[in-house]
């Protein structure tokens, strides 16, 4: 029976092949526990960095939305104490200035406008980022959880090897030469799984920040429907319509900007993208100049913004496609290197089992059966499973 590595200590001193004979089957054991987990410490690294930008730009933005917050209300209260001040409204009344005092209050109200837009956009951000930021410390936790398991692993593993193969092996220079073969192939699967869980994340930004862009069209098209409507007698109900889908327009639209930028972070051969100006206008203007010709100019600040969203979905529709394609190629890497990377460990396994044969003259088994207590414990996560969830 294979001595176990916990009590490797009360082994006797023998010759190295006697030593690696004895922890044969216990080195099988941890090698081939640690090849499903080989991809865990570089892609809770990346995972851990993306994090940490979550964090530094959620912060950020409390700040700014912090300020924000600040001017919207000073704005609502200079422009509510100027519209309810009957006695200065009389008072310009009487003394022929009151397109002067309507010049005031839309004034006002365009300037609340803007800080109550400027504050609703940041939300939707802090909403966003808090999301985010709530799934990967899941996803951290997870890959934390496996990143120790992997690292008991490799503590047991290198305490064998420093133990039984601890410098070179005399009378045995194919070991040693192919246990360097093993590191250079580990280093090649390190980064292609690097690469790989790159692509991947990046491609899912782009899908979601597809379908985020998408929403931002239709509602472009809403606004575009409502400024139809306007143009032939729709009123304040219409004008009131056209604001509040363009709002939203550019509340998604902001979102999709965020996910993009973050794809580009993963993969710089994405992009660049097309800016997107989302037509603004304000509700009392509206109400007090209202005419089919200042209807008309906006319904072409409409359109326009319709077209350039448009032209975005197109532009993220493709870049997406041809991430799929980079995805895929990073893929078959990454899966070239864990072949080449689990070659080299049987070739090396091999190697070992020859040198038993010879030392010893009895033939090593080609197959060992999981110890007793190991058969119910569950199989580790595999690396395919790991990057979908990610």
Not at 346 to 365: D, H, K, N, W, Y
């Amino acid at each position: 029976m294979a001595m176990s590595i916990d009590n490797f200590d009360t082994m006797p001193s023998s010759p190295i092949t006697e030593r690696i004979l004895q922890a044969a089957d216990t080195h099988a054991s941890l090698i081939s526990q640690m090849a499903d987990l080989e991809h865990v410490p570089a892609t809770l690294e990346q995972q851990e960095t993306y994090l940490k930008d979550l964090d530094a730009n959620l912060l950020k933005l409390k700040q700014e939305l912090g300020r924000l917050r600040s001017i919207t209300s000073k704005e609502r209260k200079e422009h509510q104490d100027l519209r309810d001040s009957f006695a200065r409204r009389y008072a310009h009344k009487l003394t022929g200035r009151s397109e002067k005092f309507v010049s005031k209050i839309e004034k006002e109200e365009r300037e609340f406008l803007d800080a109550h837009h400027n504050q609703q956009v940041a939300e939707e951000r802090e909403q966003y980022l808090e999301e985010t930021i709530a799934e990967t410390n899941q996803r951290v936790a997870d890959l934390t959880i496996q990143a120790r398991e992997y690292e008991s692993l490799r503590q047991r593993s290198e305490e064998l090897y420093n133990r039984v193969f601890e410098g070179p092996t005399p009378g045995f220079p194919e070991e040693d030469q192919m246990e360097l073969a093993v590191e250079n192939a580990k280093s090649f699967f390190t980064e292609s799984q690097a690469r790989y869980s790159s692509d991947v994340f990046a491609q899912s930004l782009l899908a979601k920040a597809e379908g985020l862009i998408a929403l931002a069209v239709r509602h472009s098209e809403s606004a575009l429907s409502a400024s139809t409507w306007d143009l032939w007698g729709g009123g304040t109900v219409a004008d009131i319509l056209e604001r509040d889908s363009l709002s939203k327009a550019q509340a998604t639209l902001s979102q999709a900007q965020m996910l993009l930028a973050q794809a580009v972070d993963r993969q710089n051969a994405i992009g660049p993208f097309e800016n997107v100006t989302v037509a603004s206008g304000h509700v009392l203007g509206d109400v007090i100049f209202d005419n089919p010709f200042s209807d008309y100019q906006f319904r072409e600040k409409i359109k326009k913004t319709h077209f350039q969203l448009r032209a975005l979905h197109r532009q993220v529709k493709n870049e997406a496609q041809t991430q799929k394609l980079r995805t895929l190629d990073s893929k078959n890497n990454q899966g070239d290197a864990k072949a080449q990377l689990t070659s080299a460990r049987s070739e090396l396994e091999q190697i070992r089992r020859e040198v038993f044969e010879r030392v010893t003259g009895v033939p090593c088994s080609v197959g060992t059966p999981p110890a007793y207590d190991a058969m119910g414990s569950p199989p580790p996560l595999s690396v395919q499973g790991v990057v979908q969830a990610l």
